[in-house]
């Protein structure tokens, strides 16, 4: 677009500029300030000559009216006038450059060029930000997903948490949950028809979770049954009375608008706010708070349905201890055990009677969780001493000693289960192989007997051994071999028979590869 009053100075641009540029160029002019506005409202220029002394509306007036409706246009001023004068004015408008009349055909060219080059810029960027976007729309609902699963089901290391958040730019450490129920009525506190409502959300689900961004700002997963689990993160480890009710009242009417649009019944129940990795927790309040009530939207510190602890008592503790143990994480329990019994200490110090009592409370959870994770032969008196050596210790110090040391071996328990299972197998593997090598026995027999699957157990056999299942079973088979060899006159058809060979020629090459002789060398030598 060139905006000038000048004729002479427009036929110069039109013809410098068709010259250089041909039909590349689509050109437009305007006389007046007013023509420049309604000009550029209809053609939408990506390059602007603008002479700033124009009738009636002057050219920055002009431009800054244009840039209300055009972002992206490039403006190059043209003056007989010193450019300082405007330049303060027309920095914000986003100018390219001034040019003093006259103005030089090379000048004229340069600059167009240069203008052309930030347009062409801008769109590939404008182009490559919308692919982006596109992948993001399809990209984004799976991470998201993936959040949400982990956290619900507990399948996650730390670091995968914090990759997720990075992800998603989740910069909260805590959250809670929302559970999103839907049938076609409510009859008592259950909804009715949920297979059918289920697929009628898995169809709908796009629309559903746009609607439910206009009312509950989250992190919204896919349909499992007739619910949809909704992540909130947020700053703080409380919700104000202010902010639980805002949270109510955006539900309520997420329930009316869902229910009008999709002709089901819609209720939401919200957990109360926990750290990240706790999330299964807030989820499980969020159902547990739709279940004890028949109210479309409740929030579970309306109505509490978990235990309720006094103040200042650290839960957090107490719950990342016991997680802890489950995880057979030894340092981390201990550790965890030794500040959670300073606070007893600093709390409860004249209480001894109740520390001693917390201290037989833990202890007895986290052996309870070791039995269940281990598979550990409980037996009924193997506690009996523990209420008398608690009660005959001398103070704190003492107790705190006895506390954590049944904690780590509560976690030591743990850590070691899956070691012990894989070296009983392995165990139990090899002393059926000592007694069966003579015979045809291959991984699959060996695995049925130690009850795991050939593939696993291969596995276990070669980290526990060193060796595996076919360079043990050899080895063991060649050592039987080389003693018969030494100390009966028996046949080599017989000696390998014995040792679990039905073809001696592969007897003796495998002998051979082992020992470096011949059976009949051996037995010579």
């Given at each position: 677009?060139?905006?000038?009053?000048?004729?002479?100075?427009?036929?110069?641009?039109?013809?410098?500029?068709?010259?250089?540029?041909?039909?590349?160029?689509?050109?437009?002019?305007?006389?007046?300030?007013?023509?420049?506005?309604?000009?550029?409202?209809?053609?939408?220029?990506?390059?602007?000559?603008?002479?700033?002394?124009?009738?009636?509306?002057?050219?920055?007036?002009?431009?800054?009216?244009?840039?209300?409706?055009?972002?992206?246009?490039?403006?190059?001023?043209?003056?007989?006038?010193?450019?300082?004068?405007?330049?303060?004015?027309?920095?914000?408008?986003?100018?390219?450059?001034?040019?003093?009349?006259?103005?030089?055909?090379?000048?004229?060219?340069?600059?167009?060029?240069?203008?052309?080059?930030?347009?062409?810029?801008?769109?590939?960027?404008?182009?490559?930000?919308?692919?982006?976007?596109?992948?993001?729309?399809?990209?984004?609902?799976?991470?998201?997903?993936?959040?949400?699963?982990?956290?619900?089901?507990?399948?996650?290391?730390?670091?995968?948490?914090?990759?997720?958040?990075?992800?998603?730019?989740?910069?909260?450490?805590?959250?809670?949950?929302?559970?999103?129920?839907?049938?076609?009525?409510?009859?008592?506190?259950?909804?009715?028809?949920?297979?059918?409502?289920?697929?009628?959300?898995?169809?709908?689900?796009?629309?559903?979770?746009?609607?439910?961004?206009?009312?509950?700002?989250?992190?919204?997963?896919?349909?499992?049954?007739?619910?949809?689990?909704?992540?909130?993160?947020?700053?703080?480890d409380t919700l104000s009375y202010n902010e639980r009710n805002e949270i109510v009242e955006n539900a309520r009417a997420l329930c009316r608008k869902l229910a009008d649009r999709f002709d089901m019944d819609f209720r939401?129940?919200?957990?109360?706010?926990?750290?990240?990795?706790?999330?299964?927790?807030?989820?499980?309040?969020?159902?547990?708070?739709?279940?004890?009530?028949?109210?479309?939207?409740?929030?579970?510190?309306?109505?509490?349905?978990?235990?309720?602890?006094?103040?200042?008592?650290?839960?957090?503790?107490?719950?990342?201890?016991?997680?802890?143990?489950?995880?057979?994480?030894?340092?981390?329990?201990?550790?965890?055990?030794?500040?959670?019994?300073?606070?007893?200490?600093?709390?409860?110090?004249?209480?001894?009677?109740?520390?001693?009592?917390?201290?037989?409370?833990?202890?007895?959870?986290?052996?309870?969780?070791?039995?269940?994770?281990?598979?550990?032969?409980?037996?009924?008196?193997?506690?009996?001493?523990?209420?008398?050596?608690?009660?005959?210790?001398?103070?704190?110090?003492?107790?705190?000693?006895?506390?954590?040391?049944?904690?780590?071996?509560?976690?030591?328990?743990?850590?070691?289960?899956?070691?012990?299972?894989?070296?009983?197998?392995?165990?139990?593997?090899?002393?059926?192989?000592?007694?069966?090598?003579?015979?045809?026995?291959?991984?699959?027999?060996?695995?049925?007997?130690?009850?795991?699957?050939?593939?696993?157990?291969?596995?276990?056999?070669?980290?526990?051994?060193?060796?595996?299942?076919?360079?043990?079973?050899?080895?063991?088979?060649?050592?039987?071999?080389?003693?018969?060899?030494?100390?009966?006159?028996?046949?080599?058809?017989?000696?390998?028979?014995?040792?679990?060979?039905?073809?001696?020629?592969?007897?003796?090459?495998?002998?051979?590869?082992?020992?470096?002789?011949?059976?009949?060398?051996?037995?010579?030598?």
């Open positions: 677009m060139l905006a000038d009053d000048e004729g002479i100075v427009i036929d110069s641009l039109k013809f410098i500029i068709e010259k250089e540029f041909g039909s590349g160029c689509e050109i437009r002019v305007a006389k007046t300030g007013r023509q420049v506005i309604e000009l550029a409202e209809e053609f939408q220029p990506d390059i602007a000559f603008m002479d700033i002394q124009m009738p009636g509306i002057n050219g920055i007036e002009a431009m800054r009216e244009i840039r209300r409706t055009n972002k992206h246009v490039v403006f190059i001023v043209m003056t007989a006038y010193d450019k300082f004068d405007y330049a303060k004015e027309a920095i914000s408008l986003g100018v390219l450059d001034y040019l003093n009349k006259p103005v030089s055909r090379e000048a004229i060219i340069d600059i167009l060029q240069k203008a052309m080059g930030r347009i062409d810029g801008e769109r590939t960027k404008r182009s490559n930000d919308l692919k982006v976007r596109e992948k993001l729309e399809i990209v984004v609902p799976i991470i998201e997903n993936g959040l949400i699963q982990d956290l619900l089901f507990k399948e996650y290391f730390k670091e995968d948490i914090d990759n997720y958040k990075t992800l998603l730019g989740i910069d909260c450490d805590y959250g809670y949950m929302a559970c999103m129920t839907f049938g076609r009525e409510l009859v008592g506190n259950y909804m009715t028809s949920a297979v059918a409502a289920s697929i009628q959300a898995q169809k709908s689900y796009k629309e559903i979770h746009t609607i439910t961004d206009d009312y509950i700002r989250g992190i919204m997963g896919n349909v499992m049954s007739n619910k949809i689990p909704i992540l909130i993160p947020c700053h703080n939401v129940g919200f957990g109360s706010v926990k750290p990240l990795e706790r999330m299964c927790e807030s989820y499980e309040e969020a159902n547990s708070v739709l279940i004890s009530n028949t109210s479309h939207v409740a929030h579970v510190d309306d109505m509490p349905v978990a235990c309720q602890y006094e103040e200042n008592y650290p839960m957090d503790l107490e719950k990342r201890l016991f997680d802890e143990i489950n995880l057979g994480n030894v340092s981390e329990s201990v550790s965890i055990a030794q500040t959670f019994f300073d606070w007893m200490e600093s709390t409860y110090a004249n209480d001894n009677d109740s520390v001693r009592l917390k201290c037989l409370e833990f202890v007895l959870w986290a052996e309870h969780l070791a039995y269940e994770k281990t598979g550990r032969m409980y037996e009924f008196k193997s506690r009996a001493n523990y209420l008398s050596e608690l009660m005959s210790l001398s103070g704190l110090a003492d107790e705190k000693i006895w506390f954590t040391e049944k904690i780590k071996d509560a976690a030591f328990w743990v850590s070691n289960k899956h070691e012990e299972q894989s070296m009983s197998a392995v165990n139990q593997a090899k002393q059926y192989i000592d007694e069966n090598y003579m015979k045809e026995l291959t991984l699959d027999d060996v695995s049925r007997v130690v009850n795991i699957s050939s593939y696993y157990f291969s596995k276990v056999f070669k980290e526990e051994t060193g060796e595996n299942f076919i360079d043990y079973l050899t080895k063991l088979r060649i050592e039987a071999a080389k003693k018969l060899l030494k100390t009966t006159n028996k046949s080599m058809k017989e000696i390998s028979a014995e040792v679990g060979y039905s073809d001696p020629n592969y007897f003796s090459r495998n002998f051979k590869k082992y020992t470096g002789k011949t059976p009949t060398d051996y037995a010579r030598g």
